[in-house]
């Protein structure tokens, strides 16, 4: 009588060096990025993000050729002469010249796309494990919860900063290019560590904040709820209270990503004077804000995120 | 030889709750099963056996390896990359391809990116999966799913396996291949195989020693010979007269009798100094022909459910 498995190929035993779990969080990392690459509508997101990202790139460019071509020339509207340099006054709102603002206005209009990709990627990435019960695949491992969390991190870090840090790195390359390079990369160089340094607050608060609340919801639809709430509904209502209602400046704080943009903007030392929207709390008390939503979602982790779950 | 398992006075309380009650077990390198009822312990064992929970009380080794409890350190992660652990949910990660599955866990035990690939490869072929390596893990039949959870466990080559319900939703045949696996990864290669399920047939198909727990307590441990040995002697009677009168007169005289018996027959206990002849004696007085008296080997099943009643406590 035959078995089975006779015909298969022979087990052969495995000896080799095994690396720390820390390894494990760039393995995580880089299958969830495998996960979010095989989605189409992950594609057409970024697709929309990149429009965004042309039209700062094309924007700064025009602004720059304009003022250095054709400043001085006239162009016609029916019988009206109009300066060409003009025509570019609704890009200042922008800011399109390379300043800290252009950066913080960028990443500001990604936001929007930011947040759909990123409610998707907590969907996929996070909520799937606990929907799924994959978790015990992951804890069972030489692993503890932080490199779970590291992993899941890194992975949705990476998709903030290819919404946000790396297109903006471009433009501030672009801009480099298009004024005096030497004197703009040298004399902007803390600017540039700015940039770097909203992209981490970015990638620390929304990474630990959309692992959390996708362990809480787990699935797409209501991940996306939450998340419109957290960015869209909490931004209008600190407007409808601050402005409409004349309140304290201090009711922005509800609004997280007014509070990064804040933070980002002190980090890349913007004048605080022409920040989008006034009046504004203080940098310091946004960043206090996110240190609490930073320490909150990590205290829900500690206490959602456990390896007793794996045998049930 | 190194022991499998090396318990003593093992416990776990969780509240008020003694899940574990000073568990004391030797067990050698092999085929063990863990057999028990819901609530009898197992999950709270195999949770310490992996280093995911601390005992409360007591010591344990796990192939010369300390229980290290739930603390990440370096001990724990020797513990658990000795243990190659199949769960029972179906812990798989949707979206990926199973070649990329098993590779990820390979890599999650700490092997190298290359050779865990490698390794991924050659793992699938051998469990029977070359084919649909490269199909996604949430399209797989139960078979499948079943044997890719045992591609991951395997991937690192681990020294000690723990099979949470292997054969849980498999059909007649996938259960006889994932059988003849798990014998065969015990038997050939050497592996230390633990099967945690409520099949018994499971167990006796595959395990050569059987732990049996039930509300927390260690009820019996042995070889599946030397369990049903170490119980009463079970005959199976036929005889021609009448089966309740026959059956009340066994009673009467300090005998038990066992359900599931045929129409015409009974089976009988007889425990240690009674002897075949009080059988003949009592059918005689009640005018019973006694027509064969047989052995009769008493099952698994029948052994854990004794084992496991509330009364043998």
Known sequence: MTNPTDHLLRYRPWKGELNPPVYASWAMARSSLRLLFRRKIFWALYALALMIFFFFFYGQYLVVWIQMQTASQTVNFGAMPVKMSELTKFLDK??????PHTFGNFIWFEGYVAMIVLALAGAVLVGNDFQYGS???YLSKPIGRRHYVLGKMLGIGAFINLLTTIPALLLFIQAGLLYDWQSYYIDNYLLLLGILGYGLLLTVVLSLLLVATAVWVRRTVPLIMIWS????LCHRVANFLVEAQNLSPLWRLIDLWNNLYLVGLWLMRADPEAVKLGPQPEPWQAALVLAGVCIGSMLYLRKRIQAIEIVS | MTLLLDLNNLSRTFGAHRALK??????PQGLVGLLGPNGAGKSTLL????GLIAPTSGTGRVLDVSLGGDRDTRDNWRLRRLIGFMPEADALVPGLKGIEYVALAGELYGMPRKQ???RAHEVLTYLDLDEARYRAVEDYSAGMKQRAKLAQALIHDPPVLLLDEPTSGLDPSGRDKMLHLIRELGSLHGKSIIVSTHLLADVQAVCERVVILADGELRGVGTVAE???????YYRLRFVGSKEAFEQALIASGLTTVKHAAARELRVVLPAGRSTLDLFRVADAIDVSLRAVLRDDVSLDELFRQTTAPEAA
């Open chain 2, 22 to 27: 000073d568990v004391t077990l030797q067990i």
């Open chain 2, 227 to 233: 369990l049903c040995a170490r119980r009463d002697d």
């Open chain 2, 47 to 50: 949770k310490i056996l992996m």
């Open chain 1, 229 to 232: 709430g957290l960015f869209v």
């Open chain 2, 116 to 118: 865990a690939l490698r």
């Open chain 1, 94 to 99: 922008l800011n399109l010249n390379g300043s």
């Open chain 1, 135 to 137: 978790l015990p695949f």
